[in-house]
């Protein structure tokens, strides 16, 4: 088999799980990180024949239920790869696509993106720059934007916390550092910025006037990377590096 083939494979598989490891965290979170690996590793139960039949065809329903969406995520992470790939960042990038994607649907679900998730991808992200593994983001771009995630939203909550308390949740901060640590200064930037109006929107569509951020966060990521594709826009980000 062609690389290209064994990576798209991996990709998919990876990605086909995203919403079973989401409700997965749904059973038991809160919890630590010890908790919640320890939890993680579950047997799935599946509907008996003898059981009362309007139980089994519901367990049926949410089986088809996370098996399409298992399905559509496995699509968004080969799509994801080729992406970031076209890009010109590097295969590790699909990390973070993996991590935040999971994010936004626990984020969704529990309106809470977990330490266990943000803190290991801050690492990672600083990690991979050091080596560097990643082959875009110098260190000092790396601890500069994971700086600058955390104090726009501290400053934007002092601002707004006399009219709208806890207009952010504690983790969006750190999920905001660990996406500095990943994108850089500028890249951080433009995700804040473009994720106020997929939030906007959301919030629109869903006729809401608060919610979670993790998906506004998630889809604003995806967007600047895509937008590296752009000479223009590539250029302006590499200028700062």
Known sequence: MSPVFIACLFTFGASFFIPFIARRFCKFFPADAGTALARLIHIPRFARPKQ????????QKLWLKLTSAGVFWGCCGTAALFLIVLSGYSPVYFLL??????????????RV???ILTIPLLIIGFYC??????????PSSSAMGALFGFVI?????????????????????????????WLGVFGAAAVIFVSTFYFAAIAIACKRREGPYGLSLFLATMTVIALKNIPAVDEFLTSFY
């Not at 009362?52 to 367990?59: G, I, L, V």
């Not at 720059?129 to 082959?135: D, H, K, M, S, Y």
């Not at 601002?159 to 806890?166: D, K, N, Q, S, Y």
């Open 153 to 181: 939203p501290t400053v934007t909550a002092f601002i707004m916390t006399p009219f709208r308390p806890r207009a952010m949740g504690f983790g969006d901060f750190k999920l905001l550092c660990a996406i500095g640590a």
């Open 113 to 115: 993106l977990p330490d």
């Open 52 to 59: 009362d039949e309007q139980r089994r065809k519901q367990r």
């Open 97 to 110: 696509f993996w991590a935040m994607a999971l994010m936004a649907c626990i984020d969704e679900k529990l």
């Open 129 to 138: 720059a050091v080596r560097p593994l990643t082959g875009t983001i110098p």
